[in-house]
């Protein structure tokens, strides 16, 4: 199968289950699987400045949700989730998930590329549009 066929059908979640797990195996990477998606508050929000709305630009959210993975570890808060993001905010590198157990976090990208300490990157869960609105607002 192709790099950009199994890329692809990754992004669309057809993949067989295994051979997402074989493929990270190989490279040394764990993959979270697809996200499978949920219903959080965020579905229906319409992220402004500084806030870009990512859920259109699936190759900028992917980019975006690797950097994310590669930095999560062991005892992080969304380490083991199915992640999704769905906005980013230039300004101080961060991204908004979405989880697939209804949760919606703030995170500080690193940048590091690689697995960072708890509690790095820095987290914060999102309970409601005004939590993000007063975070975002504190924050810029």
Known sequence: MSQLRMENEFLKGTRPPQTRAQEGAQSGRVHLGAYRGCVTWAAGYRFTDP???????ASQAERLRTELLRELSAGHVLHGLDLRVIAQA????????????DTVA??????SGHAEAPPWPTTKLLDSPEHLEDTIESRY
């Open 90 to 101: 230039p300004p101080q590198e961060e991204v908004i998930v979405e989880t697939g157990d």
């Open 106 to 111: 703030l995170v500080h990208l690193t940048w």
């Open 51 to 57: 806030l870009v709305d990512l859920r259109a630009d």
